[in-house]
């Protein structure tokens, strides 16, 4: 058991409704090629001439707020660590989400659910790093996707489960946190895996990926639903 399953009474074998996981999503050539990129820091900016003289450098932050991962930002709106909040970025500011990830990773995301991502999150996880528990801010689009390469760790899915005692309830007060117990869902995304996190599983439950053996690379994709 990780730490971040310490508080865990109950694990479920069901997956959480609005998750969705796809192995094989994408082809070992084409993260041969964004770790090539990654270890050089610049990006290509288009998929069509991954050799080009137009490369991006990677914007890497890190910090205690990330818990020592590192963490590339693109598009028009980010997280900001600093502050704790999802903002919109400056237009003049704007890294734009590299075409040769655009290319490769949303080609076949489009279709007919129109869901526009307008902002990539890199995280690069040593094996010493863990995403703790969290939902994705409330800014963020209803859909969240994730590619996932490197070490296969767990994907940790985790909700409160509803007491009977309503006490705090009846008195207008939220039960503390850590009176909750929880249900919590394992699931296993691999090298080349994606995953999509929406309804449900974006918006009730939370996720973390402990720390592992090796090294593991998320990408992230999100749009940005706006401050309600
Ligand atoms: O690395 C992962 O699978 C999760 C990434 C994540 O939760 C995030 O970027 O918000
Ligand atoms: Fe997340």
Known sequence: MTNLEQDATQFIDAQPSGFHLVHNAVSNETWEVIQRWLSSNMLPSSANEPSNLMCVPIPWETGEQMQGRVIAQFGSCKYDYTVDDAVLCDQSTTIQIPSYIRETLLEN???????????CIINVYEANNEIPWH???KNFGDKVLVYTFGEERPLLLRKPIPHNDDTFGSIGLQQPEEEYTFHISRVYPRHCSKYILQGSARNEWEHSVPSG?????????RSWRGAK
């Open 135 to 137: 939902l994705d801010h």
């Open 109 to 119: 995301e489009g279709g007919d659910d129109e869901e526009h991502y307008t902002q």
């Open 213 to 221: 053996s090796g090294k593991r690379v998320s990408i992230t994709f």
